[in-house]
């Protein structure tokens, strides 16, 4: 799998490594323990098994930085009774249209990643059983706003990032 990811300067990326800290100290999942120099805050743009971007996305990124929006938690189903927790993003008009320019120039895309059936957002952490959710929200705090500096792309197989963009 690749994935189109923006992350985020320095203070953003702090802030949510610290909610990472905050759910490995109350003995929860989290990504703090994925310990990978590649993983670090992001939030995913595309993503797909045959992601091709071609040569016409790397005139994307001139929007860069970006201010973003967290609003509230959402939770995604993984699978038996396990979750992933994550911070929303609020899209706003500048990041909803980088968003879109990419899916214009790229192909292979999990549907999910697409324009209109994004759901823009930071995980915080996966496979969280259902009966501990309520706990996870209770250690995170509450922040409003944060800024994307850079993007990447992330090569799973070759476990590589590429710097696109940015920073």
């Known amino acids: 799998m690749r994935s189109v990811e923006l992350t985020?300067?320095?203070?953003s990326d702090s802030s949510i490594r610290t909610d990472?800290?905050?759910?490995?100290?109350?003995?929860?999942?989290?990504l703090a323990t994925h310990t990978s120099p590649s993983n670090r805050p992001h939030i995913t743009l595309a993503a797909g098994n045959s992601l091709d971007l071609g040569a016409a996305a790397q005139d994307l990124w001139g929007g860069l930085p970006i201010d973003v929006?967290?609003?509230?938690?959402?939770?995604?189903?993984?699978?038996?009774?396990?979750?992933?927790l994550a911070r929303l993003v609020v899209p706003s008009a500048g990041l909803l249209?980088?968003?879109?320019?990419?899916?214009?120039?790229?192909?292979?895309?999990?549907?999910?990643?697409?324009?209109?059936?994004?759901?823009?957002?930071?995980?915080?952490?996966?496979r969280i059983p259902g009966h501990l959710l309520g706990t996870a929200m209770d250690v995170?705090?509450?922040?409003?706003q944060g800024e994307c500096t850079?993007?990447?792309?992330?090569?799973?197989?070759?476990?590589?990032?590429?710097?696109?963009?940015g920073e």
């Open 8 to 11: 985020f300067g320095e203070s």
């Open 20 to 30: 990472w800290a905050r759910l490995l100290e109350a003995g929860l999942p989290s």
């Open 69 to 84: 929006r967290f609003s509230g938690l959402v939770v995604f189903p993984a699978g038996s009774g396990k979750y992933v």
């Open 97 to 126: 249209q980088m968003h879109a320019r990419l899916h214009q120039r790229c192909t292979g895309a999990f549907a999910n990643t697409l324009p209109d059936a994004w759901t823009p957002h930071v995980t915080l952490a996966r």
């Open 140 to 144: 995170l705090d509450e922040r409003t």
């Open 150 to 165: 850079a993007a990447r792309l992330w090569d799973s197989p070759t476990r590589t990032t590429t710097t696109l963009g």
